[in-house]
Nanobody
């Protein structure tokens, strides 16, 4: 099992920035690929970004490319999502996810989930 706790959500203005953090425990963090997903009201959960367990490979949804950056510090068992140039459509609950796979996982490979943190962007 993997336990994950997200933090860093809150209210931001359009064009502003937020950084989300996800602290993981329960399994060797450096052997987990990590990802961020989000779910807006009335919509399905969608992929935002993923990172391999080494941190060398990353993947982004087209809607956030060039604005969001995923990174990880294995020594701290933590993955981050730096969100810049925020837009109203980024408003959602953001979830941290983990997969026991080395490379960038398929969406269905993510089997461990955090509780989520709310991000609200005001225009």
């Amino acid at each position: 099992q993997v336990q994950m706790v997200e933090s860093g959500g809150g209210l931001a203005q359009a064009g502003g920035s937020l950084r989300l953090s996800c602290a993981a425990s329960g399994r060797t963090f450096s052997r987990l690929a990590m990802g961020w997903f989000r779910q807006a009201p009335g919509k399905e959960r969608e992929f935002v970004a993923g990172i391999s367990w080494s941190g060398v490979s990353t993947d982004y949804a087209d809607s956030v490319k060039g604005r969001f950056t995923i990174s990880r510090v294995n020594a701290k068992n933590t993955v981050y999502l730096q969100m810049n140039s925020l837009k109203g459509e980024d408003t959602a609950v953001y979830y941290c996810a983990a997969a026991a796979i080395a490379t960038i996982p398929r969406r269905s490979d993510y089997v461990y989930w955090g509780q989520g943190t709310q991000v609200t962007v005001s225009s």
